[in-house]
């Protein structure tokens, strides 16, 4: 049986925390500086995922996986952002599995629940950026039908500027990842 996908709550939010920052570390060793991987801490983010589940008007959309009563899973969605500017596009703003689960079809789980939303919302496309040399990453979205639309961007870690590519999805018109 696979993973069970569901509303992100307040409790969750130490999980998600460890599901980030491992899937920071395990994901970006050698693409992102070391000393911002090491920085990261699971204290602080947990209080930021709190903040932000709880902003009043917050736009974005967090589910987690569960699998045997464990988050193991989490994804974020919401408006596109072109700059500051909210679009009527969505974006896939993060998915993230626990180690030990990649390959296991958690991330598959959330991002059909992620588009699936997106699409009943009436979004016509959905968006996401992710770092250009995230092989892994890539496969997995262009294995779900998102391609990319020749946009780049470098984004800026502790002083080091990690090139993102932009990959777009046309919903609506097509059949679930």
Known sequence: M????????LADCRAVAE??????????????PRSYLDALDVDEDTELRRTMLTKAGN????IVAEQAGEVVGW???????????????????????????????V???????????????????AFLW?????VRARRFYERHGFV????????EVD??????????LRLGDRDAP
Request: charge should be positive; include cysteine; aromatic fraction near 8%.
């Open 130 to 134: 992710v770092l250009k040399e995230n």
């Open 148 to 155: 990319p639309d020749g946009a780049e961007e470098p984004f």
């Open 159 to 168: 002083g080091v500027a990690v090139p993102e590519v932009r990959y777009v």
């Open 59 to 62: 736009p974005v959309v967090n």
């Open 19 to 32: 599901i980030r920052i491992g899937g920071w570390r395990a994901a970006y060793t050698g693409l992102i």
């Open 107 to 125: 991330g598959t789980a959330l991002l059909r629940e992620s588009l699936g939303r997106c699409t009943a919302a009436g979004h016509g496309r």
């Open 75 to 105: 994804a974020a969605h919401g408006p596109y952002r072109d700059g500051e500017v909210r679009t009527a596009d969505a974006e896939l703003y993060t998915i993230y599995v626990r180690p030990g689960h990649l390959g296991s079809g």
């Open 2 to 9: 696979g993973p069970r996908v569901r509303d992100m709550t």
